[in-house]
């Protein structure tokens, strides 16, 4: 693995963002757990995208659609038929790859090399369906098969009709979801980027033909602007338009939006003019109509669809990359390296940590006390173990924004800041006015 990303890796671990799944029984290939840490930053991305279309759209609307669904829905979507990856395999080594991705692909014996840059030979590729398969109820036969979903949409689009007449929408209007998916992926590897089971947060936008160019326009900008809000540096991000090999023969146009990651660039998030394609093989299986009527025109119509599909824990690995720094600093004289993750204070896990100075010292019921304060505004931490400097280690590692140190000094503590490491005195009385104002300079309060 790329030395950033081991620092990376190493790095939520220690500090408690992600680990390795089942680690203690020697760990479960490409599945992994989030961690305290992880577990609120994760969170967080959710809610800041539930939020970005939910309460910044009035015509778009939540769903929480269950993960084992109708076998034939599956027929439908093109997934029995069609969800699979060419498989090939190194006759030398056994490793196998994804013909597709043999670019970012390492070879089994020389990681440094690319399969058959160290002379094996690939077999010829075979198709292999991702879904996983399981069974429903006590018979382990044919009739009983079920899959775990591979994506959320499907539950969006058989819900498409249930959303909008209960909730008295019009086209055009929006359902988004976050849920977990399953893949069974040749290739899992790069620590959550690629992984068997893991989360998307998905909004299909169903619009009249008519108008869904100009909806794809809008909602890819709206994506990117999205990640960039959230933090990640600009140059980082671009845009790939899907060429006429990679598009799906349904779709009208699609873009991912792809992030620099210490191992080239890659895809985070998808945007998709699936056409009317969805809805109508809905309604070609089920048997039932999903057409809508314009209430002007009276047309009847099946609506097209605008897809935003993006992986949380992508998403979640991008805001860790992009925030992870090392600099060179002199403390007492010593030049030593820190390591700080730089996060929007508007999705770092924690927004302050508050110290008392010594830990049995009557300050520290006044510590507790700021800290219970602060806590009940913004997720606050409370640290009394070790030396300041250790604890600013640790702060910076886990890229809380402020520390704030409760000491002798009568009505007063000190803030030091994560970033510029400057230390302000400020009143106990005027603490919160002073974070309020910090946090509105840097775009995370309103
Ligand atoms: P890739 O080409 O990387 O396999 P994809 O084109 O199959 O991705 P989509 O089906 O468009 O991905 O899924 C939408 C989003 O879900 C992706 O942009 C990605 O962020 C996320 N995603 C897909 N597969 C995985 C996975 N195995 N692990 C983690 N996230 C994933």
Not at 69 to 87: Q, R, T
Not at 134 to 153: K, W
Not at 296 to 313: K, L
Request: net charge neutral.
């Amino acid at each position: 693995m790329n030395d950033l990303m081991s620092k990376i890796v190493s790095l939520c671990k220690r500090r408690g963002f992600i680990f390795q799944s089942s680690e203690i029984y020697g760990g479960l290939n490409s599945c992994y757990d989030y961690g305290p840490l992880g577990t609120i930053l994760k969170n967080s991305v959710k809610s800041h995208w539930m939020n970005a279309m939910t309460r910044e759209h009035t015509n778009i609307l939540p769903l929480d659609s269950s993960i084992l669904m109708h076998p034939k829905i599956w027929e439908a979507s093109g997934h029995v038929s069609n969800f699979s990856d060419p498989l090939v395999d190194c006759k030398t080594c056994k490793a196998r790859f994804r013909a597709d991705k043999l670019e970012s692909s390492a070879c089994g014996q020389k990681p440094s090399k690319k399969p058959t840059e160290c002379g094996g030979e690939l077999t010829e590729p075979r198709q292999f369906n991702l879904m996983f398969k399981t069974f429903m109820g006590p018979l382990e036969d044919s009739s009983a098969v079920i899959f775990l979903r591979p994506e959320t949409a499907q539950g969006i689009y058989v819900n498409f009709l249930n959303v909008m007449t209960s909730c008295r929408q019009q086209i055009p209007f929006g359902i988004a979801q976050i849920g977990k998916a399953f893949r069974n992926e040749i290739t899992p590897g790069n620590f959550v980027f690629r992984m068997r089971e893991f989360e998307q947060m998905e909004m299909q936008y169903f619009v009249h033909e008519s108008h869904s160019f100009e909806e794809f326009e809008r909602w890819k900008q709206a994506r990117i602007d999205w990640h960039i809000g959230m933090g990640l540096r600009k140059e980082r991000l671009r845009f790939h338009q899907h060429g006429p090999k990679e598009l799906a023969h349904y779709a009208k146009a699609a873009f991912d939006i792809e992030y620099e990651f210490p191992f080239g660039w890659q895809e985070i998030e998808g945007v998709h003019h699936r056409s009317d394609f969805d809805l109508k093989q809905h309604e070609k299986f089920a048997g039932k109509k999903l057409s809508v009527r314009d209430p002007v025109s009276n047309e009847a119509f099946v609506p097209n669809v605008i897809e935003t599909s993006v992986g949380c824990d992508r998403a979640t690995l991008t805001l860790l990359i992009d925030a992870y720094h090392e600099e060179k600093i002199v403390e007492e004289g010593k030049e030593e390296t820190r390591v700080v993750l730089k996060f929007s204070p508007k999705i770092a896990p924690f927004t302050a940590s508050v110290f008392p100075l010594m830990k049995k010292d009557p300050m520290s019921s006044k510590a507790e006390a700021i800290f219970k304060e602060l806590n009940r505004i913004w997720p606050c931490d409370f640290d009394a173990s070790g030396s300041i400097g250790k604890r600013y280690r640790r702060v910076d590692e886990i890229g809380t924004p402020f520390a704030v140190t409760v000491d002798y000094e009568s009505d007063s503590v000190t803030v030091r800041h994560r970033d510029s490491m400057k230390q302000e005195r400020v009143s106990d009385s005027g603490l919160i006015a002073y974070l309020k104002n910090e946090l509105k300079n840097a775009g995370a309060e309103e």
